[in-house]
């Protein structure tokens, strides 16, 4: 696990692109976020918004794929046990 750099927050400004750690978390946004950051990150995908950084657009984007595949997986009968 890398650090992260100083940079203004990521709930407030997204994820800072040039950041180790912050690049870990858009790689692995379901296993690297905390639930706050995640939950702001899902809430941005729903409402469409346009990422804040390079970094938030790689998080955005597989937090929408795993989404999509939620659903599809839903609609086909699919329940977590």
């Known amino acids: 696990?890398?650090?992260?750099?100083?940079?203004?927050?990521?709930?407030e400004n997204g994820l800072a692109d040039g950041c180790p750690r912050?690049?870990?978390h858009?790689?692995?946004p379901f296993e690297g976020l905390d639930d706050g950051n995640l939950?702001?990150?899902i809430n941005r995908v729903v409402d469409k918004e346009t990422p804040r950084s390079t970094q938030?657009?790689?998080a955005m984007a597989k937090a929408s794929d795993a989404m999509t595949k939620a659903t599809?997986?839903?609609r086909r009968g699919w329940r977590p046990s």
């Open 1 to 11: 696990m890398s650090v992260h750099i100083a940079h203004p927050s990521i709930r």
């Open 22 to 24: 912050c690049g870990e």
């Open 26 to 28: 858009a790689e692995y």
């Open 39 to 41: 939950d702001n990150l």
């Open 56 to 58: 938030e657009a790689i």
């Open 72 to 74: 599809v997986l839903w």
